[in-house]
């Protein structure tokens, strides 16, 4: 027999029609601005194809793979770059093969190799960001779906377009994409950030009494501690936007 906390029903069934009123209502975004970028977008790609075609390194990957060169394969940029010119690999996948993620290629001093991976962004934040909006646009709206019932934890997902994935990491990307969407009249945008919702959820479900003390006693830093195990260094020798910053996002997360 399935039984229902009624608290827990109400919190989803309130948020879920929160949800679609916020659907309704639709996020304004600047037409004219989406559709310049995404011309621009296309023209920067195709200027920065015709400069890897016209270079030493394109040369060598057309006499390694010849009428099978494809430069969209980055398992051919990998074999070109590792093997072919004889650079270092970063990583290396479990079978011992060159890796061909962008971080494999960090040690690699080459123009090339930067504009590749520019282009591949440029390729991604034009079709699938901009494109994916500009589908959706309605009269300089969109109305994304945003649902409560997609995954086990019931933690919102979206879609149509996915406005829980708007590109962050990548300063350049994340800065052509967010200038999309503008407040309306009178209005302004803001962003605010739960800290450590993710971390404090966990620790009402687990109740690891360690986790609830770093959350409890403002004193603590757990990611401090973690980098202080890690590089074995002491909590002053601890730089936030060092060691810490690298164990939170590289370690602990």
């Not at 009123?21 to 639709?26: C, I, K, L, R």
């Not at 296309?42 to 793979?65: D, G, P």
């Not at 009428?67 to 990998?78: I, P, R, V, W």
């Not at 690699?108 to 646009?137: C, H, M, W």
Request: glycine residues 6%.
């Amino acid at each position: 027999m399935i039984t229902c906390d009624k608290s827990a029903y109400k919190l989803m069934h309130n948020a879920t029609v929160a949800l679609s009123q916020v659907e309704s209502n639709g996020i304004r975004i600047d037409e004219a601005y989406l559709f310049q970028s995404m011309k621009d977008i296309e023209e920067k790609i195709a200027t920065n194809e015709k400069i890897l075609r016209n270079s030493s390194e394109y040369r060598v990957w057309r006499k390694r793979f010849g009428d099978n060169t494809k430069l969209g394969s980055k398992e051919q940029l990998a074999t070109v770059v590792f093997d072919c010119l004889g650079f270092k690999s970063k990583t290396k996948t479990a079978t011992g093969k060159h890796s061909s993620d962008e971080g494999a290629f960090a040690d690699v001093d080459l123009e090339f190799v930067k504009i590749y991976f520019q282009n591949e962004k440029l390729k991604k934040a034009g079709g699938t960001y901009f494109a994916g909006i500009a589908r959706e646009s309605i009269n300089g709206y969109v109305h994304p779906n945003f649902n409560l019932h997609t995954t086990i934890t019931y933690r919102s997902s979206s879609d149509n377009p996915n406005f829980q994935n708007i590109p962050k990491r990548n300063k350049e990307i994340a800065g052509l994409i967010r200038r999309c969407y503008i407040p309306r009249d009178g209005h302004v945008l803001c962003e605010v950030d739960f800290s450590g919702a993710e971390v404090r959820v966990s620790a009402c479900y687990n109740k690891d009494k360690n986790l609830l003390n770093y959350i409890k006693d403002s004193t603590t830093d757990m990611h401090r501690d973690v980098a202080c195990q890690v590089f074995m260094l002491k909590p002053e020798e601890v730089d936030k936007k060092g060691p810490r910053d690298c164990c939170k996002n590289m370690f602990v997360f």
